[in-house]
């Protein structure tokens, strides 16, 4: 037997698996998938008892309609290979679809999911369309037949509104990069709504309007976005991240233009409002005049001046009628008083004589010129008058009288 390099044998095994597997259809279910830098996505495909790797590489990937997950199961197009620098074998896959459903269908719900997570479908971020918009833009194709009849419901309902159109391609591989283009340019022009939209068609013909880019362009949009993709039945993901969905193009122009038959009656009916709060209103403002004449009769300058004279005359007579009362009573008082004087004098008088003579008594008895002078003397020592029980024995003393000083000596002294 002859003997094979490990990359002879290699290349034989390689020939081999890749001229007879060239072509493999394979269902298996996701696992380990690895999206690298450069572009290509590596991962295993399994069932209940074996895997095999496999590998998409960066032109086949990019066509891809959704995203590879972990535990999808899907059906893959490819051929076998083998990778000679380890001696492994996987699927070189050129496409992949899910499993019991379209990649479109896949992708769509994927990227519905993702969005609606993320916040791009919430009602409080909504922006509320004018009543009677001024400026508008169309993004759609200029060739297409929805321009036509968005054109012509404009034009019968509301030729005041000025309409600028961005032309773009609504379907194939660039509309969705021109759409989301277009929409930033005219989102920075000051419009007061810009609508998207087209006609009917599959779904992937309306497939521009379920990318994210246009999703993205919608989202951060200052200026309201109406939807009008396809038919009633149709619902792309535009349609959601805008501020208006609209079931057709021709029907987003009634939903968002007034109608001027409807404008002038509701002209017409505001004025007949106006004219009859004009009328209500000069009515009001005439009763309330007279109610204020009357008001001003009842409180001129000429009745205050009048009432406040009468006022005065009562506070007058009040007053003179106080003092009437006051001047008598105080008349009485004095009377009384003239009466009362001489007898409340007279005693006064008796009552200080008797005092006085009171008082003269009691100077009298207590003048010592005018006392008993037999065996009364007054003591005192150093010009100080004294008590006799604070005298000592042998102290000197003096005993004065009203005509003679004895001074003496006490020789003996004792109780009694």
């Known amino acids: 037997m002859h003997t094979l390099s490990v990359s002879s044998l290699n290349e034989q095994i390689k020939t081999i698996l890749e001229s007879t597997f060239e072509k ?14 450069s572009g290509h996505i590596y991962f295993s495909l399994k069932d209940a008892s074996s895997s095999i790797r496999a590998v998409m590489f960066k032109g086949n990937a990019s066509r891809l309609r959704f995203e590879l997950q972990e535990g999808l199961k899907v059906i893959i197009e490819g051929a076998v290979t083998l990778y000679k620098p380890r001696g492994e074998y ?29 916040g791009y479908f919430s009602s409080e971020i909504k922006k509320p369309l004018p009543k009677f918009p001024k400026k508008i833009a169309l993004i759609t194709s200029a060739t297409g037949a929805a ?5 012509r419901v404009a ?5 005041a509104v000025e309409i600028d159109i961005y032309d773009v391609l609504v379907q194939g591989g660039s509309a969705a990069d021109m759409i989301s283009k277009a929409l930033r340019r005219a989102d920075s022009k000051g419009y007061d709504i810009i609508l998207i939209g087209r006609g009917g068609g599959s779904i992937e013909d309306l497939w521009a309007f379920n990318e994210e880019i246009v999703a993205d362009a919608i989202f951060r949009a200052k200026t309201p976005i109406v939807s009008a993709v396809g038919h009633e039945i149709d ?7 805008s501020d208006l969905r609209a079931p057709t193009p021709s029907a987003a122009m009634q939903m968002i233009l007034p109608d001027e038959n409807e404008l002038y009656q509701y002209i017409d009916s505001i004025s007949a409002q106006y004219t009859q709060k004009i009328v209500q209103k000069i009515y009001n403002s005439k009763q309330e005049l007279t109610h204020l004449i009357n008001l001003y009769l009842g409180h001129s300058i000429e009745k205050k001046i009048a009432q406040k004279i009468e006022d005065i005359k009562q506070l007058k007579g009040a007053y003179t009628q106080t003092i009437s009362f006051k001047m008598q009573s105080f008349y009485k008082e004095v009377e009384s008083i003239r009466v009362r004087f001489p007898h409340v004098i007279d005693s006064k008088i008796n009552i200080a004589q008797n005092q006085v003579l009171t008082l003269q008594k009691m100077l009298e008895s207590n003048n010592p010129k005018l006392k008993s ?16 029980t604070s005298l000592k024995v042998d102290e000197v003393f003096d005993l004065m009288n ?10 003996q002294k004792r109780d009694i």
């Open 373 to 388: 002078k037999k065996g009364f003397v007054q003591i005192s020592k150093d010009a100080k008058v004294i008590d006799i």
């Open 24 to 37: 493999v259809l394979v269902e298996g279910e996701l696992s380990r998938v690895t999206h690298h830098g």
């Open 235 to 241: 619902w792309v993901i535009s349609d959601f991240v």
């Open 147 to 151: 321009i036509a009849d968005m054109l």
């Open 402 to 411: 009203d005509r003679v000083i004895v001074s003496a000596k006490v020789l």
């Open 90 to 118: 996987q699927i070189n896959c050129f496409s992949i679809q899910p499993s019991g459903h379209g990649a479109l269908a896949l992708a769509y719900e994927q990227l519905k999911e993702k969005l609606a997570k993320a």
């Open 155 to 159: 034009n019968s309902r509301y030729r």
